[in-house]
């Protein structure tokens, strides 16, 4: 089974995973586009049937562990996982640092693949995958159900796949055409940024 790219916009399109409107990002920058990957992961079978065709990829590397960061990969690395016959769990961001917790631990036999829902800059995908390698394991791939990057992000040591790349443009909020045209402006996730005074 190979998703196509129309099929997988279609899936997102229809989950209203893919939205359109005036988004103010996590990094402050402005957007017409958002992808909330959230609400795809909502339907198990939808989630299960894209999930399994990311793990197809990694089948090859043999790996014996999947690991998301908390909190956007822990659906995507159980889904992927449960397809392969894996462990499955997830780090989570302590003091701006990745850790393992909960008693998760990987050693020098594993062979570990990160994944994500979206990556963006992938800066919590290459924490992840350090913490991993500091503890022994050896990571064999990093993937994402969506590459938000537009094909920019890369990682020099780890092989990335993802299964949608995604480029829309953003602006810094003075140059915002949105804002020029006073569309209302939303805040995904629920989370305002904080004016800087």
């Known amino acids: 089974m190979n998703l196509t790219r129309d099929q997988l916009l279609k899936i997102f399109r229809k989950t209203n995973a893919l939205q359109r409107g005036h988004f103010e990002l996590a990094s402050g920058q402005h957007s017409g586009h958002y992808f909330q990957c959230a609400q795809f992961l909502q339907h198990p079978q939808l989630a299960a049937k894209v999930c399994r065709e990311l793990a197809l990829r990694f089948k090859s590397k043999r790996p014996t562990v999947v690991i998301g960061p908390a909190i956007g990969g822990i659906i995507v690395a159980y889904e992927i996982a449960r397809a392969l016959r894996l462990r499955a769990f997830y780090a989570e961001r302590v003091d701006a640092e990745m850790q393992l917790r909960r008693g998760f631990s990987v050693g020098k036999h594993d062979r570990a693949v990160i994944v994500e829902d979206v990556i963006t800059t ?61 569309v209302p402006l939303t805040h995904p996730g629920g989370l305002r940024r904080r004016a800087v005074v």
């Open 122 to 182: 992938g800066e919590s995908a290459r924490k992840v995958a350090e913490v991993v390698e500091g503890c022994g394991a050896k990571v064999v791939g990093i993937g994402s159900v969506v590459d938000r990057s537009g094909g920019e992000v890369k990682f020099q040591k780890w092989k990335y796949e993802r299964l949608l790349v995604l480029d829309f443009e953003n602006f810094k909020p003075h140059d915002c055409p949105l804002c020029k045209e006073r």
